[in-house]
């Protein structure tokens, strides 16, 4: 279970990333049924909730240009 999660969560990273999506879209298309599941695994995996990972890599992008 636990490698399909990272999998899910590595998945909605690249949706984060690639898209404008809202966070609940990118929840259940990345295979979560529950939201505050998907909240806890991704805070768990990547440290950050997913609102914060995609600031952080707006912010990234912005400072590198």
Not at 6 to 11: A, G, K, L, P, S
Not at 35 to 63: D, E, I, W
């Amino acid at each position: 279970m636990a490698f399909l999660n990272d999998f899910r969560i590595t998945h909605a990273c690249k949706l984060l990333a690639e898209t404008t999506s809202p966070i609940t879209d990118i929840c259940f298309e990345s295979g979560f049924n529950n939201f505050s599941h998907f909240n806890a695994c991704f805070r768990a995996t990547t440290g950050m909730s997913p609102t914060a990972y995609r600031k952080h890599l707006r912010l990234t992008v912005v400072h590198d240009v």
